[in-house]
């Protein structure tokens, strides 16, 4: 007899970008709010956002990273997460490098949570991860969880989200030091308005991809997905942008001058020197290496946000328009 009850999804980082758009995601499509319950995972249940998505019908589980107490997920304690996991069906994870920015450890804490799903037997792992680039990368932590969980034969589907909106508006654009005031969209290496990045605005549609990969295991389990709305040469964001009235233009830059950059912004040297590689080798080789998000896209029926569109949405964006 088959059971009606709905199935837990455990979904980490509950009310940060990723696993927000995943919690809110499944609780709101009526294909995914009748087949699973969401169990949510965040380090403050008293925040707005969880408070939310208990009203949405979500269990709220508090993530703690130092402080022990009965009921609560620390990636560095399986004990923990065995207690958060267990009865579960499916679980959505993301790890956060910028925490610590200790790469080491966010491969490990991907690797506690695929072991105790083993043991747990979970029958769907959806794991946020990222492509490799080079040894030298935090890049890479990701991807090796990828192959610790093929290791493992765990029922997994990996998704790899290209570069947020967000970034782009965020980190990549500065004032030029001129006279009506103007921005540059600077990119690293040897980087020109043909260079191709995957966009996606993961806030409205990383949820719809991980919707659809749950409702369809018998196609997505044991794929890799690279996850984007499009794929927007550096000439075409600094297009869309000039066209929503921002006086930008593209200022490709070497590297060493774009780590100074960083280091001006306090970020350690091993950041910058990461991040000095990862771009030049995206710059070389593409982000995800040249292959396709077609098969990412197929799995999806619902609309995707442009580029043009997450801009105008975004604060900070609009921000540098009233600052002209």
Do not use: C
Not at 49 to 61: H, R, T, Y
Not at 185 to 199: C, D, K, M, R, V
Not at 260 to 285: C, D, N, R, W
């Amino acid at each position: 007899m088959t059971s009606t009850q709905p199935k837990t999804v455990v979904v980490f980082g509950a009310t940060g970008t990723q696993g927000g758009s995943v919690a809110k995601a499944l609780l709101k499509d009526p294909r995914t709010a009748q087949q699973f319950k969401v169990k949510a995972v965040t380090r403050n249940p008293s925040k707005p956002a969880a408070k939310a998505l208990v009203e949405q019908g979500a269990e709220v589980v508090k993530a703690s990273f130092s402080t022990r107490f009965s009921f609560h997920a620390d990636l560095e304690d399986k004990e923990s997460l065995k207690s958060v996991l267990a009865g579960a069906y499916a679980l959505f994870l993301v790890t956060s490098f910028w925490d610590k920015m200790d790469a080491a450890l966010e491969e490990q804490q991907g690797k506690n949570v695929a072991d105790v799903a083993k043991e747990l037997n979970i029958q769907h792992f959806v794991w946020s991860s990222l492509p490799y680039v080079s040894k030298a990368a935090h890049f890479d932590h990701k991807a090796a969880v990828d192959d610790y969980l093929r290791s493992l034969s765990l029922p997994y589907t990996v998704v790899r989200l290209g570069v947020y909106t967000s970034e782009i508006i965020s980190n990549f654009i500065a004032p030029l030091p001129i006279d009506p005031p103007s921005y540059g969209l600077f990119f690293p290496g040897s980087a020109s308005e043909s260079t191709l990045l995957p966009i996606i605005d993961p806030n409205a549609d990383l949820g719809k991809f991980v919707n659809s990969i749950l409702l369809s295991p018998e196609k997505t389990i044991g794929h890799s997905f690279n996850v984007a709305e499009k794929l927007y040469t550096l000439g075409q964001i600094t297009q869309i942008l000039q066209q929503q009235g921002l006086r930008v233009n593209l200022h490709p830059i070497d590297l060493q001058t774009f780590k100074a950059g960083l280091a001006a912004k306090g970020l350690p040297e091993s950041f910058q020197t990461t991040m000095q590689h990862v771009l030049g080798y995206i710059v070389e080789y593409g982000y995800f290496h040249g292959e396709s998000i077609d098969q990412a896209l197929e799995l999806v029926t619902e609309s995707l946000t442009s580029f043009e569109d997450a801009a105008k949405a975004d604060s900070t964006f609009n921000q540098l328009l009233k600052q002209q």
